[in-house]
């Protein structure tokens, strides 16, 4: 076969999931492993969710509703906008995907930081933009350093509050006084997937953010399904922005893009308060034992803004992340971040937790770090 790709297209590495149990069973011959390297829902999904999509299962047949209209009344109500300040995604990845497609030509500016979330900068490359990437400064976004960056070509800049791998949240008065630095011809997206198990006074007025944007820089944010409502399986996110920056994603929007599935099990997602404090309540209690317990066996611990936190086990990370295959618990290794001596670990189940912090312990010990 001799049909061109182009170099943008054959240069990107391939995004790395993290890995599953199956893989690591079957790879490791080892049985009951345990994953918290991927950021999930320790306590599964909503009951509520799980029943909508049983009832759902005979209208398979059937095309999903192209205009998610039940799921975008359900949280336009839930987050205080109008339906038509709302898009849904195929998780908020896609939606990331429709902000580059609208927005960014060959040659255009996409200002990131690194680390952060990798999609945003395989998106750009993949339309033929130019990625602009920062690092972080102290494990949070150079905000100045951002706005140094901005130039006329510049079209999007994308914030991970909290950043995803580092767990710090920008303080809302400096996010606020960023945002009115910057021109008005660019949009600013905040990426908040983590946003529910962020202390309140870290969170943003997103509503105030999106609504006054006249004269001043448009700001989209980014939700997901996946992590506070344990529906990373069915894959469903959304987006809140002016009804004229929904109105243009609209436009690189598939019609049928989020599932029939999807759409109902967030629905009901939504209304399962119950589900969704359980979560809160079991990440915020069993964090704070994990980093109590990790720091009694030598190690140091990262504050964090989500339902993850770093670790600086005082070793190389990646041969830790191996030894601990091995005994069947999946955590994630920094070091290709930058991070050599840290880990990232997921808050589990209280069964799960105490598990990662015997393994740790022990491999630790075999490895000679503490």
Not at 59 to 82: C, M, T, W
Not at 115 to 135: A, D, H, I, T, W
Not at 137 to 165: C, E
Request: charged letters at 25%.
């Amino acid at each position: 076969m001799k049909a061109r790709v182009p170099d943008n297209i054959k240069s990107i590495v391939p995004y790395p999931p993290g890995k599953p149990i199956e893989e690591l069973e079957r790879e490791y011959g080892v049985k009951n492993s345990i994953k918290l390297a991927s950021n999930e829902n320790a306590w599964g999904s909503s009951p509520k969710a799980i029943e909508a999509i049983r009832q759902s299962l005979n209208n398979l047949h059937r095309y999903p509703d192209g205009s998610n209209y039940y799921l975008v009344q359900a949280i336009a109500e839930k987050d205080g906008f109008s339906p038509d300040e709302v898009i849904v995604g195929n998780g908020s990845d896609e939606i990331i995907e429709f902000l580059v497609k609208a927005y960014v030509e060959s040659g255009d500016e996409v200002i990131t930081s690194h680390p952060s979330f990798l999609m945003y900068q395989k998106v750009v490359q993949v339309r033929g933009g130019v990625n602009r990437v920062l690092p972080l400064k102290g494990m949070h976004h150079d905000l100045d350093g951002i706005l140094a960056t901005v130039t006329d070509r510049t079209r999007l800049i994308f914030l991970d509050n909290p950043n995803n791998p580092t767990a710090t949240a920008i303080e809302p008065a400096k996010l606020y006084s960023f945002l009115s630095d910057v021109p008005e011809s660019v949009i600013v997206v905040l990426d908040q997937a983590y946003v529910d198990f962020m202390d309140y006074d870290k969170q943003v007025d997103v509503y105030s953010l999106v609504k006054n944007s006249k004269d001043r820089c448009g700001v989209v944010a980014l939700r997901t399904f996946s992590k506070a409502y344990g529906l990373a399986g069915i894959r469903v996110g959304y987006g809140l922005m002016s009804a004229e920056v929904a109105g243009h994603l609209h436009r690189v929007r598939q019609p049928f893009n989020v599932n029939q599935l999807a759409q109902v099990a967030a629905i009901a997602a939504i209304k399962d308060t119950e589900f969704h404090e359980k979560t809160l309540r079991g990440v915020r209690e069993g964090k704070a034992w994990l980093q109590k317990e990790v720091e009694k066996i030598g190690c140091a611990s990262y504050p964090s803004q989500t339902n993850f936190f770093l670790i600086d086990v005082k070793g190389d990370a990646t041969a830790l992340h191996e030894a601990m295959l091995h005994k069947g618990v999946i955590i994630r290794s920094m070091k290709a971040y930058g991070y050599t001596n840290v880990i990232r670990v997921t808050v589990g189940t209280t069964e799960e937790n105490d598990r990662f912090v015997h393994t740790l312990n022990d491999c630790l010990q075999e490895l000679g770090y503490v």
